[in-house]
């Protein structure tokens, strides 16, 4: 394990999962996703811890979230990067993220209130990507907007069964794709889904 790995994996077991829940706490310390309202979930926290290692996190990473919702995931990004773009379509998870996370002290957080299959292009280009709900298909402007070298972690499949997918793009913008596993994941809202 690296250092960086390491450090991830300390940071995790010390962040308050229940700090991003505002019902069903009691529950936080259960290795299983919980409903946040809205028919969203905050996802398990093994899943989340994976997904970040998966992710390959870099001090000067600019990172692109697809999918505020608690800010959970959002909190360990921004911890091991140097920026977060994040994108919730729901206006109440947004500003209850937006609260929790700037009350924890992140000041290298960008939050939009938007649909997020499309990405955020303005921004562009993002070292990494991290997709938390499932996608029909791949968006084709996410894969624009990873960086030569980046990688994209994303569920794609079915409402039932996704794959989780890692897309790693080269330095001449050719994708290659790693199923890490099969998961199940709250559906990509908007044009992908």
Do not use: C
Request: charged content about 25%.
């Amino acid at each position: 394990m690296t250092n960086q790995n390491e450090d991830i994996l300390t940071y995790f077991q010390k962040l308050d999962r229940s700090f991003f829940m505002d019902e069903l706490k009691e529950f936080a310390y259960m290795d299983e996703a919980i409903p946040i309202g809205h028919e969203q979930t905050i996802s398990q926290p093994s899943l989340v811890l994976e997904m970040t290692l998966a992710l390959d996190l870099q001090p000067g990473s600019k990172v692109l979230e697809i999918g505020t919702g608690s800010g959970y995931q959002t909190a360990l990004l921004a911890a091991f990067s140097d920026s977060v773009y994040t994108i919730e379509r729901i206006a109440a998870l947004h500003e209850r993220a937006k609260e929790r996370l700037e009350k924890a002290g992140f000041s290298n957080i960008h939050f939009k209130l938007d649909d997020g299959s499309t990405g955020w292009e303005e921004n562009a280009p993002y070292d990494r990507i991290m997709v938390t709900a499932a996608a029909a298909q791949v968006p084709d402007e996410l894969i624009d907007q990873l960086a030569p070298g980046g990688k994209m972690i994303i569920p794609v499949g079915t409402p039932l069964l996704q794959e989780l997918l890692l897309l790693e793009k080269d330095k001449e913008g050719k994708i290659d794709t790693t199923v890490l596993e099969e998961v199940r994941f709250v559906p990509l809202r908007g044009k992908y889904e």
